[in-house]
């Protein structure tokens, strides 16, 4: 499956920006998905995942109750709402696709990768 990160910007601290990722070339509602990101100098990590049904999420602590992610298996898209922005969020956002059938927080877990999009959150 080929993944297709979107909605990245710059915004300022306390707005919102709207993510979007579309799936091509495979069973969409087959793949759990997830966000990750990667700010400059640290690791990827986790930002949020959700079920091949969309029927469960998971969040990161860090943007638990600011961040929601949905999916819409018929137009094969993942979507993250970001509000209440804060400068710690900026980073470049992957959406990634994983086989298991289980949400997954980890990036050994997944097997597909979009190519990123900025964020920049300025205060």
């Known amino acids: 499956v080929q993944l297709q990160a979107s909605g990245g910007g710059l915004v300022q601290a306390g707005g919102s920006l709207r993510l979007s990722c579309a799936a091509s070339g495979g069973t969409f509602s087959s793949y759990a998905m997830g966000w990750f990101r990667q700010a400059p100098g640290k690791e990827r990590e986790f930002v949020a995942a959700?079920?091949?049904?969309?029927?469960?999420?998971s969040y990161a602590d860090s943007v638990k109750g600011r961040f929601t992610i949905s999916r819409d298996n018929a137009k094969n898209t993942v979507t993250l709402q970001m509000n209440s922005l804060k400068p710690e969020d900026t980073a470049v956002y992957y959406c990634a696709a994983t086989n298991s059938r289980f949400i997954a927080s980890m990036t050994r877990h997944y097997d597909y990768w979009g190519q990123g999009t900025q964020v920049t959150v300025s205060s």
């Open positions: 959700i079920s091949r049904s969309g029927g469960m999420t």
